[in-house]
């Protein structure tokens, strides 16, 4: 050990470095305590002899600042004293001391209570270490706390609500929350929610929100049923979570238009329906397991529907706000909690958590909260769009070589791409004949150039389509160009078509066509469902318009 | 697609159901379908009911079929086609050469 001696009497000093030193251990040396500081501050020692009275600076003065020299560290203080009497001890320990040597000096007691010192030094430093793996453990824990609660964030911000119609309070026991309130206004205009708990709080309760939120939006923006929605979710959740966790949930849908409600619930406490004419409640009683509990052959997804169509409250929550009121009065905390709303039916979330708190404030709330609040009513002004997905303009432009036209059907991958458009999926049985039409009179006449009068015979039509298949089989460098445009606001559909050989041709006049000839229907129909048929007279491309019903 | 034939217990009548699409593709297999057809047969319907698609060549084909057997079979009935698909025939006029149900 290093160990500084500080005495103003050398023969003093020398006596204890040659002891020490016999020791095994190195020694400095000052005289009085301002050296000793000095000294202190540009080389750490274990241990400090400080004799008391000396000139300049005392020990007594001097030990304090050792001490704040020396920080955090456990830096010892061994008093030399010739001094005996209670004023002196006192003042040597109040001014940070840890132990006297007093003289003459024994060299076995110094030794000992160097042992003695050297144990608790150790004993320090290990404290210390624990100390500093401790806080850098707690920061990363902060870090990684922070990111997750951004996670979280991010992921509330998804949610999308009419305020009027909603209102929703969560309250976490801890940094996260093992509630859930997910909130979304699907394509068509309809609200959905879902009030969820997680077994458990905290993060390891929280993690399940995340595949849970996952589903829930994809599910709204395709403006999924019910039953559908809570099929899913419960599927999710047997895959991924442990067990014995599961979450209690329920999942509403609020029609735009009309508010009626359609509701799945699982394992949630009864919610409370407010009258506000007759001043009277309801209940709504979850008919299901949790989700994440039954395999799929055995789960409910079955929903509850009400018509609301009068001034209705609907307050859902979770376990948390009646946790209190159940420990005193058991099962009839749901109509204290009905009570309270007939009393004062103005309540919003927050101020239903707060009266309950008041009025059962025995006990810490261990649990999370949330309570979201609905008035089905407002959702008839809100606007109803058609259920299906908005259109918009596009233009798609394919060319299939030969090789594409060697597979049977290339207009099945144009016909996927178009009808993509909810209206132009409804008549998607007319845009197939439109496009094959087109695609064989270019494959068949403008580039294989095979000869139609054939159809008419018995087996003709089987000869035909062998030579067809013959002269495929054996193209080259050919092409069939397609560009559609499609214009919404119109509801046209612009269809140019192109191909490498010598392209279309309209036979004189349509009209004439001969109703018993098996051939020459491909143009007559082309021209009968567009309203628009022209060919370009420079690249011989077909040019269509299409007009939607 | 796929072609499914069916006849009567009195061999007088001929059942063609096609599902899917009606296109060239099904032209043997709809040539076949009346191949050597037996004289008692009078009547045949052909069922579009699962039909999703139709071109050109089916109307050839349903020609095709008309003129091969107009000297035996006194009616040929196309029943169940979906709205658009009926269209098509009606833009085809084949309700003048069929029995468009």
Redesign the interface.
Known sequence: MHILIVDDLAINRNILATMLQSQGHTVAEAENGLVAIDKAQQSLFDIVLLDVMMPIKNGIETAPELKKIAGDRFLPIIFLTSLDDQQSTLDCLAAGGDDFLSKPYDMAILSAKIKVLQRTIELSEKTRSQNRQLSQYRKQVERDHAIVEKVFANLYQQNRYYPDVVNFTLQAASSFNGDLILADIAPNGHQYLLIGDFTGHGLAAAIGILPVAQCFFDATSKAESVAKIAATLNRRLLELLPNDRFCAATIIELAAGSGNLTLWSGGMPNAIIYHTQQQKTDKIVAQHMSLGILPEHSFDASVQNFVTNSDHTITFYTDGLIERAHSEQLFFADEHLAKIIVEQPTMGPQDIIEKMQHNFPNQMSCDDISVLQINPALMSNKKKYGDTAISVNFTIEVSFNEADMRQ??PIDFLLEQICRTPELQN?R??I??IL??TY?NALEHGILKLNSEL?NE??G??YY?QQ?EQRLANLSSAYVNYVIRYQADQKQLFITVKDSGTGFDLPKNLADLN?????G??L??IE??CASCTINKEDHSLNLIYQIQ | MTLKKEMSNLKDKLDIQISG?F???L??DF?EAYRDLPTSVKTIEIDLHNT??????A???L??LQ??TKNQVDSILITRA?P??K??LQ???FD??FDVE
């Open positions: 049977t059907h008549e049985s007319i197939y004949t094959i039409e064989n159809k018995a087996d039509l089987l389509y067809r109703n018993q000839d098996c051939f229907w491909g007559k129909l009968s469902l | 699409k296109d060239f593709n032209v043997q040539r999703d698609y139709i071109d050109s060549s109307l050839g084909m020609l095709n003129k091969n979906q658009q698909i269209k098509i833009i085809a006029r003048k050469l």
